[in-house]
């Protein structure tokens, strides 16, 4: 069995283990620390939560210049590197630095079951190389800044098309810039990157008053003049709306002109995305009404720089040494993190003995408890930790849909966030075009999209103000228990839909079970569910 190592350092540190291609394991820093972005270094992560690492030939990194540079210190520590090197010569394997954007590109393709395909990548910049074909650590003269780019897909391989130099065009910074100097959200650690709450704003706002402002200024340094709109922002929760709102539209103008010609020459139907920005799950909704020739896209499920550690592995197991592809069961497994026994479960409960009630339950009396009038609210845990930005279901808050209260609930007493921000919808696959006005895949809850107009009143809790819904389709292949979950909903209520929300309050998504039990009593939360031993806890009162 062949295996390979990935590692990002810097920001979003983790690290990943292919086995024959496939991932066993990806991780992430920040779900430790339980700060949001810490820095660190991926070789570091990787040799502390893993001691049997002798017979592994292959490492690579997704970051040229990630441990580099003034955060050396944190980002790369020598000591690391010095084991990762001698493994490397022991097993007669290899090191390799993938470019950032080449390996945001073979992250979205190789975890896609395209054969072919165009792959989009779009953020606020990273190092890619001059030369896509070396693969060492890249001095100036051979590296590029840039936050686009633009590659074919055809089975092992994937080749570069075309590219952009961030002082031409950069989204993420300008979504950077905003979100943190007009409207004072964080952008970093330790509260994380918060633009998806300006692109909530954005959703019930004008989007043509500011429109002007943005579009044009989609570079690496904006000319804008950031305290007058934080001014107008400030004065007013709808001009901050508006102000949104323009730059929401500005971003999908400028994305749409950018990728048209692209679009038009490839000769296919199937498109790969990846970078941060498009978490941007409005923009990535209408590339459906924008090109119709595409009918199949797929959203990398670790967009952000998390997954470049994924996205450089995959690249090393295919493009370099030519390995076939792997054909995922219904689309890539998004739970890549390690998996928790009873006795975790057990040992981290005996902490907190004195606050907990424990009972023995089934899921058909969870749903029972989900269905009660008193609009309960249930987190549930089990398996592997989705990696990701999204619960997907094992680290997941879960609520009744059809609760016209339970977002304001959610949001007040839960999440403790603004009154606007709006909760995702999980729904059985076959199920999806009875309730949107596409029906498409969005295992990873990568598109927004609108409801039917004849259910919107019938699942009024994940229901966004302009009548759309981020939409997460759940197969039995990738999660046999959500899936067998919503379906045992969907036989009692009629409704096919779950709200889903992320595990967590202002931090991280849980990842031990000690973190779970932490954020249930931390919050008003009502019961937490351990799925696979059946154990369901209340508070004492």
């Given amino acids: 069995m062949s ?3 990935g590692f990002q350092s810097g920001h979003d540190v983790s690290y990943c283990i292919l086995e024959n291609g496939v991932p066993v394991i990806h991780e992430e820093l920040e779900r430790f620390t339980r700060e949001k972005e810490p820095l660190g270094d991926g070789l570091e992560m990787f040799f502390q939560r893993n001691t049997d690492v002798d017979d592994i030939p292959y490492f690579c990194s997704g970051n040229p210049g990630g441990r580099g540079g003034k955060w050396k210190d944190k980002c790369g520590k020598p000591e690391y590197f010095e ?5 490397v010569q022991k097993n007669s394997g290899d090191y390799y630095v993938i470019g950032h954007h080449q390996s945001h590109a073979a992250g979205a393709f190789y975890s896609s079951n395209f054969s072919n395909a165009l792959i989009i990548t779009i953020d606020a910049g990273g190092a890619d ?28 391989l994937i080749e570069r098309v075309a ?5 031409k065009f950069s989204i993420g910074f300008l979504w950077h810039k905003a979100t943190e100097r007009i409207f004072g959200l964080s952008v970093s650690h330790p509260k994380g990157n918060q633009a ?18 943005f579009y044009g200024n989609i570079v690496a340094e904006p ?3 950031w305290k007058h709109y934080k001014a107008l922002a400030a004065k007013s929760e709808q001009e901050a709306f508006d102000i949104a709102a323009g730059l929401q539209k500005a971003t999908e103008v400028a994305f749409r002109e950018m990728i048209t010609p692209y679009i038009d020459q490839y000769d296919g139907d199937s498109l790969c995305l990846s970078g941060g920005v498009t978490l941007n799950c409005v923009m990535t909704g209408k590339i459906f009404d924008w090109f119709p020739k595409i009918k199949h896209i797929h959203c990398d499920p670790i967009p952000y720089d998390g997954g470049l550690s994924l996205g450089s592995a995959r690249y090393v197991w295919h493009h370099i040494l030519g390995n076939p592809r792997i054909k995922w069961d219904g689309n890539a497994s998004p739970y890549l993190g390690c998996l928790y026994t009873r006795d975790d479960i057990d040992t981290a409960i005996s902490k907190f003995a004195n606050q907990l009630n424990i009972t023995t339950a089934s899921d058909d009396h969870v749903i029972d408890l989900l269905k009660n009038s008193q609009g309960n609210v249930i987190s549930v845990y089990g398996g592997g930790s989705e990696s990701g930005r999204r619960a997907l279901g094992n680290r997941s808050i879960l609520a009744d849909p059809r609760n016209s209260k339970m977002k304001d ?12 921000r709006p909760f995702a919808p999980s729904i059985l696959r ?17 598109f927004i999209v609108k409801f039917r107009d004849d259910v919107v009143d019938k699942i009024p809790a994940v229901v966004h103000l302009d009548g759309t819904g981020r939409l997460q389709t759940v197969v039995e292949g990738s999660n046999k228990w959500y899936y067998n979950f919503i379906n045992k909903f969907k036989e009692q209520t009629g409704v096919p839909i779950l709200l889903n929300t992320s595990f967590n309050d202002r931090e991280p998504i849980v990842e031990t079970p000690e973190h779970a039990i932490n954020c249930f009593l931390g919050t008003n939360i009502d019961y937490l569910y351990f799925y696979e031993y059946n154990i369901l806890i209340s508070k004492s009162k």
């Fill in 3 to 5: 295996k390979v190592v």
């Fill in 83 to 87: 084991q990762m090197q001698n493994i």
């Fill in 129 to 156: 190389k001059v030369d896509p074909n070396d693969y060492s650590e890249p001095t100036s003269d051979k590296k590029v800044d840039t936050g686009f780019t633009v590659w074919s897909g055809n089975d092992t």
């Fill in 163 to 167: 590219y952009l130099n961030i002082h």
């Fill in 196 to 213: 998806g709450t300006v692109m909530a704003m954005g959703t019930i706002g004008n989007p043509d008053k500011y429109f002007d402002v």
């Fill in 223 to 225: 000319s804008i003049n």
């Fill in 409 to 420: 609930i959610i949001n007040e007493k839960v999440k403790h966030r603004q009154w606007f």
């Fill in 430 to 446: 076959e199920d999806v075009s009875d309730w949107f006005v596409k029906d498409i895949n969005s295992p990873y809850m990568s």
